[in-house]
């Protein structure tokens, strides 16, 4: 009866000990897949009237993990000076290999009217003075990880002149790593 109890007892310890273990790994792969950084790369001017503004925003996603990431969907909103302007989605799955670098598109539609509302008085800033001109995009990234989905939170923020430049100054803000 001493040795069933004994036996019992290290499997019990055992079981723990690979649970506990499994909890650590995941916790660990989990950490590592969350080193990432996300800059901006490029907007195509789809087409543009007085009613609509339709273009597609390009945003580099770098996985500097040696993880494979596989992203389900992104949703995303887009502000213009901390006023909400529209929703863009990108429900497209798309693989990410480690060590290396992708683009996420995303269309985006606009209604140039609300846009000038948003501004105001200010609508020349669009073109003059674009460096008052901040945009921020709060967006929630779906992945697969193993066999459990993960939404990532994501916010990029910077101004309008640094996002039209051809080189973009270090002035943007994010909530993960400088893209090295």
Excluded: W
């Amino acid at each position: 009866m001493n040795l069933k109890k004994i036996l019992t007892n290290k499997y019990v310890v055992a079981g723990a000990i690979s649970v506990f273990a499994l909890g650590g790994l995941l916790y660990y792969e989990y950490k590592r897949l969350l080193n990432y950084c996300i800059s901006f790369n490029r907007i195509k001017v789809n087409s543009v009237d007085m009613s609509k503004f339709d273009f597609d925003l390009f945003m580099n996603f770098k996985n500097q993990s040696a993880l494979k990431i596989d992203i389900t969907s992104t949703s995303a909103n887009v502000y213009l000076n901390n006023n909400f302007v529209t929703s863009i989605q990108n429900s497209i799955p798309q693989t990410i290999q480690p060590e290396s670098t992708s683009v996420l598109g995303f269309n985006c539609v606009l209604n140039p009217d609300k846009v000038l509302k948003i501004l105001g008085n200010n609508s020349s800033d669009l073109l003059l003075h674009r460096e008052k001109v901040m945009i921020k995009v709060d967006a929630k990234i779906k992945i697969k990880f193993y066999f459990i989905n993960v939404s990532i939170p994501y916010v990029y923020e910077t101004n309008l002149k640094d996002m039209m430049a051809s080189k973009p100054s270090d002035s943007s803000k994010s909530n993960v790593g400088k893209c090295k």
